[in-house]
Nanobody, 125 residues
Framework: QLQLVESGGGLVQPGESLRLSCATS????????IGWFRQAPGKEREGVSC????????IYADSVKGRFTTSRDNAKNTVYLQMNSLEPEDTAVYYC??????????????????WGQGTQVTVSS
């Protein structure tokens, strides 16, 4: 069964950085794009970014463009979300998710079938 596990969340001050990791297993990475989503209490889940199976294509939400970067290390079966210049409004539980596509293409938003358990990111002074 396809499995995703997030890690790397924590408490940081505004302007600082965090790198989240999404360890994947149990699937052929050739057919799956990996997206990052976040959800704050009382708010709807929103798409943050996605990366194609090959890593050559990415999509970002307007709210994080220029600050967040997603990448993948296929040798380690791991996808990353580098978050720079963090702001209080970035506070949320962050999830990674997998989306099937015959070419491994990105889509955000899109229909994602497999989800990790989430990792908390808190940005506060």
């Amino acid at each position: 069964q396809l499995q995703l596990v997030e890690s790397g969340g924590g408490l940081v001050q505004p302007g600082e950085s965090l790198r989240l990791s999404c360890a994947t297993s149990g699937f052929s990475r050739d057919y799956y794009a990996i997206g990052w989503f976040r959800q704050a209490p009382g708010k709807e889940r929103e798409g943050v970014s996605c990366i194609s199976s090959s890593g050559d294509s990415t999509i970002y939400a307007d709210s994080v463009k220029g600050r967040f970067t997603t990448s993948r290390d296929n040798a380690k079966n791991t996808v990353y979300l580098q978050m720079n210049s963090l702001e209080p409004e970035d506070t949320a539980v962050y999830y990674c998710a997998a989306k099937f596509d015959v070419f491994g293409r990105c889509a955000l938003p899109g229909e994602y079938d497999y989800w990790g358990q989430g990792t908390q990111v808190t940005v506060s002074s």
